[in-house]
């Protein structure tokens, strides 16, 4: 299959945000089909798109554009909202006009609430054709798709396969879930469709892992990257970071939702998490803190929460370090954009690798902000 190194300046994925796309990893991305989902290009060498999902009630229009706008904010790019009956339906098009990202209408179980979704303005579909009702209805939304000239997500999980699939207990659970979307797949491209992309999940980590794996190299279709069910926020984040993370690391994946139970806007922090990490992109604070030991002498375990919740706006990427004491705080602060090292109730400011001044523990949240915020100013003007 085609590959394709990744991109290496600033591109802007939509007119909502724009981020840097960096190269520090000797990751190779694997060549996928390219397709449009609204505005947003997903797949062949577009960056790869962070999305989540709203946990309000679709219908309760107010409060689902709320939190939508909020996610987007934070650097999502795909909104996808629940459509569990008709009234949920009938609220896209006034979300449609209060989101200004891509909406996809997330469908289980009944084909005509996937068909009402298109009618009223849904950018894509997430369907699980494991779950929808056969053949029949499955032609019916993907020719209802193709009018509409919507991009549709092939959802398989590995609680809902086929019959005849789930009773094959031989054959390990990764490769019946990639038979299960092979099928679907290729049920649409022979009724003329290509604006898919797929998924195939599990809550386990390891079978995800195989099963993304076995599928990137039978398909040039982009792939929507999860761990379902993941857990807690600890739980969750430790699943969704070493998947999605090893997926993308070996070069596979086109765009991802980090799932969480816990506040989607939690969701936001992990995803853009593992993509600096692994330096694919950068947007926002990289936050370096100390683990704490007996020589601390401020309550940096408070410092670093208060930094942390005040600087979560900050779109511009950069690194502050947060030290504790003299051991190592003073060269982690120098070699982060902005940076303090503790001592007994004060801390120094540092920016750049310069040393600043020194400031009072009660002073140090709102300083070390200050900079940051007066930093990104310059940053955000074309400054120095």
């Known amino acids: 299959m085609p590959q394709v190194a990744l991109k290496t300046e600033s591109l802007s994925l939509t007119k909502f945000h724009a981020h840097k796309i960096v190269k520090l990893m000797n990751i190779v991305r694997k060549k996928t089909r390219l397709i449009q989902v609204g505005d947003v290009p997903v797949g062949g060498d577009a960056p790869i798109v962070v999305q989540s999902m709203t946990n309000t009630p679709t219908d309760d229009v107010e409060a689902t554009a709320s939190q939508a706008n909020e996610l987007i904010e934070a650097g999502c790019e795909i909104i996808r909202v629940a459509v569990p009956d008709e009234a949920a339906a009938y609220a896209l098009p006034a979300l449609k006009r209060r989101i200004p990202a891509p909406l996809i209408a997330d469908i289980h179980f009944d084909h005509r609430l996937a068909l009402l979704a298109a009618d009223q303005g849904a950018d894509g579909l997430r369907i699980n054709p494991g779950n929808l009702g056969g053949t029949d209805r499955l032609k019916k939304v993907i020719r209802k798709a193709k009018e509409r000239g919507l991009a549709v997500r092939i959802g398989v999980n590995s609680g809902s396969l086929e019959k005849d699939l789930l009773a094959q207990k031989e054959r390990s659970l990764a490769d019946r879930m990639v038979e299960s979307a092979l099928r679907q797949v290729t049920l649409l491209e022979d009724w003329g469709f290509a604006d898919y992309k797929i998924s195939i999940k599990s809550s386990d980590v390891r079978t995800t892992l195989d099963a993304y794996r076995a599928l990137s190299e039978k398909t040039d279709a982009p792939l929507h990257l999860g761990v379902t069910e993941a857990g807690s926020m600890t739980e969750g984040t430790i699943k969704s970071s070493i998947g999605i993370g090893m997926l993308l690391a070996d070069g596979i994946g086109d765009t991802f939702r980090v799932s969480l139970t816990a506040p989607p806007i939690k969701e936001m922090r ?17 936050l370096v803190s100390c683990p704490t030991c007996g020589r601390c002498r401020v309550d ?26 003299v051991v190592n705080g003073p060269g982690e602060a120098r070699e982060a954009d902005v940076g303090v090292a503790g001592g007994k109730g004060i801390g120094i400011l540092f920016k750049k ?29 074309g400054g120095p």
């Open 353 to 381: 690798g310069e040393r600043i001044r020194k400031i009072g523990e009660a002073e140090l949240v709102d300083a070390l902000v200050s900079e940051v915020e007066s930093m990104t100013r310059d940053i955000d003007a």
């Open 270 to 286: 992990v995803a853009y998490g593992i993509l600096r990490t692994l330096g694919i992109r950068e947007r926002g604070v990289e």
């Open 300 to 325: 940096l375990l408070s410092i670093v929460d208060d930094v942390e919740r005040k600087l979560a706006h900050i779109r511009s990427p950069l690194k502050v370090a947060v030290m504790g004491c």
